[in-house]
Nanobody, 123 residues
C-alpha cells in the first residue's frame, strides 16, 4: 500500500513536501518513484530513488528544484519541491519499482501506485 500526503494549494515560488507512506513490502529492497499528471498531459516520471538511496533520477523539468529522499525507519519516501510554478500543477503519485534501481527508465517497471495527491500552484 502507498499513501501520499502533503499536496495542496501554494503560490508561485512556494514550496511543498510530499510524503508517501508505504506498507506491505520490504521497503529497503525496491526503488521508489514519483510521477505527476496534469490535465490533458501524459504522465511524467518526475523523480526516482534507488533502494539504497545512492542513485537518484530527476526529470529535466524539476532538476535543481525538487529533491527525493527516503527514510527506512518510517518506510516513507519524500519529494521536497521548491520554486514551484504553474507548470508543476498536477496530481502527484508515488510508485514502487520492480527492482532496486531506477534505470533504465521505464514506467512499466513500476508495480504498485498510490492514489495521488493534488498539487496546485497559483499565481
Amino acid at each position: 500500500q502507498l499513501v501520499e500526503s502533503g499536496g495542496g494549494l501554494v503560490q508561485t515560488g512556494g514550496s511543498l513536501r510530499l510524503s508517501c507512506a508505504t506498507s506491505g513490502f520490504t521497503f529497503d529492497y525496491y526503488a521508489l518513484g514519483w510521477f505527476r499528471q496534469a490535465p490533458g498531459k501524459e504522465r511524467e516520471e518526475v523523480s526516482c530513488i534507488s533502494s539504497s538511496g545512492d542513485s537518484k533520477y530527476y526529470a529535466d523539468s524539476v532538476k535543481g528544484r525538487f529533491t527525493i529522499s527516503r527514510d527506512s525507519a518510517k518506510n516513507t519516501v519524500y519529494l521536497q519541491m521548491y520554486s514551484l510554478d504553474s507548470e508543476d500543477t498536477a496530481v502527484y503519485s508515488c510508485a514502487i519499482r520492480r527492482s532496486s534501481s531506477c534505470f533504465p527508465l521505464n514506467p512499466y517497471e513500476y508495480a504498485y501506485w498510490g492514489q495521488g495527491t493534488q498539487v496546485t500552484v497559483s499565481s
